[in-house]
């Protein structure tokens, strides 16, 4: 089965570093996310990808975020200037198009658990 | 955005039905109804999604009534692997649009 992958599967950065996370998404899907999720909270929606940029970005994916597509199947979430309250686990997640636009199935990765010292 | 409400935790035992209800009262006519499931410490996994009326599938089903203001996950004879959050989630699928969680319902299912 198709599966989406993150790297690394856990990161310890020191504050005010920049991290950059990384995902591969399904080859034939062509919407890219990412979500985080703090320890004991909901999935929060940081940004959506299409067509090579950004389509939706919440409230929380500031200036201090931002996300490439360097290559055809690398997906990097990139935080500059990390903040202790960066700490938190990072899904990418990939979904197909649907012609049809009836397909709300999304793969999410493993995660990336960042925690900032 | 359609907002939704379920119960934050339920408890169930091996073997039992469990049925976890949603309630999305301004659901918009496009609008999807799609379950997650997570387990600790991994990615949200989807496990169903419907329109209206009722959609079975190898794991659970989910029944939609005529109003589409609710719907109901239900999942047969839980075993203890399914101790997880589930998500129940309101989408407009065309597009790409992002997909945003609420809190969940968690279930933890007991010997």
């Known amino acids: ?117 | 955005l359609a907002k939704t409400t379920q119960p934050i935790s339920m408890d169930s035992y091996e073997g039992q039905e469990v049925n976890i209800t949603c309630s999305h009262n301004n659901i918009a006519t496009n609008d999807y109804i799609t379950w997650y499931q997570q387990f600790p410490s991994q990615g949200p996994r989807f496990i169903i999604q419907g329109y209206k009326t009722k959609v079975t599938n190898e794991v659970a089903s989910l029944f939609i009534p005529a109003d589409r203001k609710s719907s109901t996950l239900s999942l047969p004879r839980v075993s203890l692997s399914d101790t997880a959050v589930y998500y129940c989630l309101v989408v407009l699928p065309m597009a790409g649009n992002m997909l945003t969680f609420g809190g969940g319902t968690r279930l933890m299912v007991k010997p």
């Not at chain 1, 990384?22 to 999935?43: E, M, T």
């Not at chain 1, 990418?92 to 995660?111: H, K, L, P, V, Y």
């Open chain 1, 1 to 117: 089965e198709p599966e989406v992958t993150q790297t690394p599967s856990h990161q310890v950065t020191q504050m005010g570093q920049e991290v950059i996370l990384r995902c591969v998404p399904i080859s034939n899907h062509l919407y890219f996310y990412w979500y985080r999720q703090i320890l004991g909270q909901k999935v929060e929606f940081l940004v959506s990808f299409y067509n090579n940029e950004i389509s939706e970005k919440s409230e929380i994916f500031d200036d201090q975020f931002s996300v490439e597509r360097p290559d055809g199947s690398n997906f990097t979430l990139k935080i500059r200037s990390t903040k202790l309250e960066d700490s938190a686990m990072y899904f990418c997640a990939s979904r197909d198009i649907d012609i049809r636009g009836m397909n709300t199935e999304a793969f999410f990765g493993q995660g990336t658990r960042l925690t900032v010292v």
